[in-house]
């Protein structure tokens, strides 16, 4: 079996060049991206349980009509 263990480490970067601010914005960016996804989702839920809620009275009342 060869000896492939050398491919699994990245190479670390220099302290020097690590850009801590551009890492902040980052993850600022992704923590607003989540936060309006959750709303977004809510707010989806709620439109689909209240068009199916109309939609099937609906139905009740035409059926109970006929």
Known sequence: ??????????????PERIDLAAIKSDLEFAIDQISRLQTQ?????????FATAIVTTAL???FLAR
């Open 60 to 62: 009740g009342w035409w």
């Open 41 to 49: 989702l809510a707010q989806t839920a709620l439109g689909i349980i």
């Open 1 to 14: 079996m060869p000896d492939d263990d050398h491919r699994f480490f990245a190479p670390r970067p220099d």
